[in-house]
């Protein structure tokens, strides 16, 4: 017997009804995957399109990271290849796209302090019990630097393939900024690591 449950009418000689395309229906049950829908074809809620203009849902660039930024009043640098970088007193956020297409917002944050390689245990440690409690920023710690030193990292990835609105990506990058500096100011403090 298979380990999936029974539906009506998918045995004991009862033929499911078909539709045209080929959708198998039961008396209740419609069985099939819904097609995607294009982002540009999604529905308008009834109410913001009689009163005003339903924001545009475009591609993620580097340029509309940094108009949000700008709009967020934080300050950054371009490093030529395709990042953003800005700079608070303890740390660094670095915003960038990646994947194939460039579809991933990420949002690394990079504590200015680093752990000396006697202390990797502990850094371990207080990684996983950021990330054991915490919802977003994942934290890691990075590969030894030149120094031998070990950098910790935090960071944020958000796919967006599909496009956002100028709203919702000023407020990701905000969300992703602000925990950043929770997570800084959580190794200082409560963490104990740096």
């Not at 960071?155 to 956002?164: D, F, R, T």
Request: aromatic share 8%; hydrophobic share 40%; proline share 8%.
């Amino acid at each position: 017997m298979p380990w999936w449950s029974w539906r009506p009418g998918s045995a004991a000689g009862n033929a499911p009804e078909t539709d045209e395309d080929s959708t198998v229906r039961s008396s209740t049950v419609r069985v099939g995957v819904p097609a995607q829908r294009e982002p540009s074809r999604l529905p308008v809620p009834v109410e913001s399109a009689a009163t005003e203009e339903p924001e545009v849902v475009a591609p993620v660039t580097l340029t509309r990271i940094g108009k949000a930024l700008d709009l967020l009043d934080i300050r950054f640098l371009a490093d030529g290849g395709g990042s953003l970088l800005a700079m608070w007193e303890r740390h660094a956020v670095l915003f960038t796209l990646e994947g194939p297409d460039d579809e991933i917002l990420v949002m690394r944050a990079r504590p200015h302090a680093t752990v000396p390689p006697d202390w990797a245990d502990r850094a371990y440690r207080v990684v996983n019990e950021w990330n054991h409690t915490r919802r977003f920023c994942k934290a890691y710690v990075g590969d030894p630097t030149e120094r031998g030193q070990l950098p910790i990292y935090a960071e944020l990835q958000v796919p967006l393939a599909a496009g956002c609105h100028d709203a919702l990506l000023a407020e990701l990058l905000d969300c992703g900024a602000a925990v950043a500096t929770s997570f800084v100011d959580w190794l200082h403090d409560e963490g104990a690591l740096l």
